[in-house]
């Protein structure tokens, strides 16, 4: 069958290819003065090894699981599939697709089965089409930000794959009988390339898979999901996009930051950190956005930053701009750090912030009621032209 035969030919291709592993810090450096929410270091969001991931995507290391727990029997008086889950060989993981191809080849089947079995015997219908992609955005981690919409597609997916950055919270919203295929990206460690998320969805809803792609804030700002809806629509399938509240929206919210603000900011501008070729360099775009009237939103900045700060000075921005880093905003965990746009770069490495952590810079950010200066130094600044 094509389908299956497209699973074989990724699998050869994902096997020959080296993946790097990533580990989150287990040890973050004490949260800044400046914080909120800050009960618990844990971070709430997807990991490619946490535990929570490998307790949801189980179906797929069943192997691995009872391997590990034939071994164990022996030694211990108990073994629990809810247990914590084995540190596996980084060679595991480098092959984690083609570990899950058995279980993938399987789950086309069991849909293929489900579509006919739902087909009326007198219905002269034929063959079901494809089935449909919902593009979902999850927001900036809160599960109480989803829309209605968003978790309607949620709890009625057959198959859901899952950015690193939806939280575990959005994630047991998930149906009991839908299955999950991580497919998070990190900085040094892709568990999946563009190319092969495109041929999963492809795949699955050509099977007739009522198919969900997850994704952290809004899927169109910033989460690829232009290239995706591209890529499926050019083979026929059809894409619905579910917009989320991105983080920019969320965060600026929850810290009462007006992105735009009469007399303040006439417009507010979204910027990547990341260079398209890596590296610390972050943008060619740094003359034209330091502008006072403007807020900057910096997403993925946190490696970029320093160059980009003194960039936006070099054109004229003032280095007393007021601006925030707030790291897993939204989430019970988010810390957060208030500074000059001068001093920026080196708060945030003074507290060890980490991925995923925003940036907003522009006299908006005086507004916010969590702003360390006094009123009269904030009034001077919101007001100056």
Not at 3 to 26: D, E, I, K
Not at 300 to 306: A, F, H, I, K, N
Request: net charge negative.
């Amino acid at each position: 069958m094509a389908l299956v035969n497209r699973l074989q030919s990724l699998s050869s291709s994902f096997s020959s290819t080296h993946f790097r592993s990533h580990r989150t810090p287990s040890n973050l450096q004490p949260i800044c003065s400046l914080h909120y929410n800050s009960s618990s270091s844990s971070s709430p969001f997807t990991e490619k090894h946490s535990v929570q991931r490998y307790q949801r995507d189980q179906w797929v290391y069943n192997h691995q699981l009872q391997l590990h727990d034939d071994q164990t029997t022996s030694s211990s008086s108990s073994s629990s599939c809810c247990s914590v889950i084995p540190d596996f060989d980084s060679s595991a993981r480098e092959n984690d697709i083609a570990l899950q191809l058995p279980e993938l080849k399987k789950l086309l089947l069991v849909l293929k089965e489900k579509r006919k079995s739902e087909r009326g015997s007198g219905s002269g219908r034929g063959d079901f089409g494809p089935g449909n992609v919902f593009l979902v955005g999850t927001g900036p981690g809160d599960p109480d930000l989803l829309t209605l919409k968003a978790v309607k597609a949620i709890q009625n997916a057959d198959l859901l794959l899952y950015d690193r950055l939806v939280s575990n919270d959005v994630l047991d919203l998930v149906g009991a009988n839908a299955k999950l295929l991580y497919v998070g990206k990190t900085a040094g460690y892709h568990s999946r390339t563009q190319e092969e998320i495109h041929e999963l969805l492809l795949s699955f809803a050509e099977a007739g898979a009522n198919v969900v792609r997850l994704k952290g804030g809004d899927p169109l700002v910033f989460g690829r999901g232009g290239e995706e809806m591209d890529f499926l629509q050019q083979q026929g399938i059809q894409v619905k996009v579910i917009p989320g509240i991105t983080a920019a929206s969320g965060i600026a919210a929850e810290l009462g930051i007006p992105l735009t603000h009469r007399g303040v900011a006439t417009s507010v501008r979204f910027l990547t950190g990341h260079s398209r070729k890596g590296g610390t360099d972050p943008l060619f775009v740094a003359e034209n956005a330091a502008d006072p009237d403007t807020t900057l939103v910096v997403y993925m900045g946190l490696s970029t930053l320093p160059s980009l700060a003194v960039k936006l000075m070099q054109h004229g921005l003032p280095s007393t701009t007021p601006a925030v880093a707030v790291e897993r905003g939204t989430t019970p965990q988010q810390r957060m750090v208030f500074a000059e746009l001068k001093d920026l770069a080196d708060e945030i490495s003074s507290v060890a912030l980490v991925s995923p952590t925003l940036i907003i810079i522009g006299r908006v950010v005086a507004l916010s009621s969590y702003w360390p200066h006094s009123v009269e130094e904030t009034s001077s600044l919101v007001e100056a032209k």
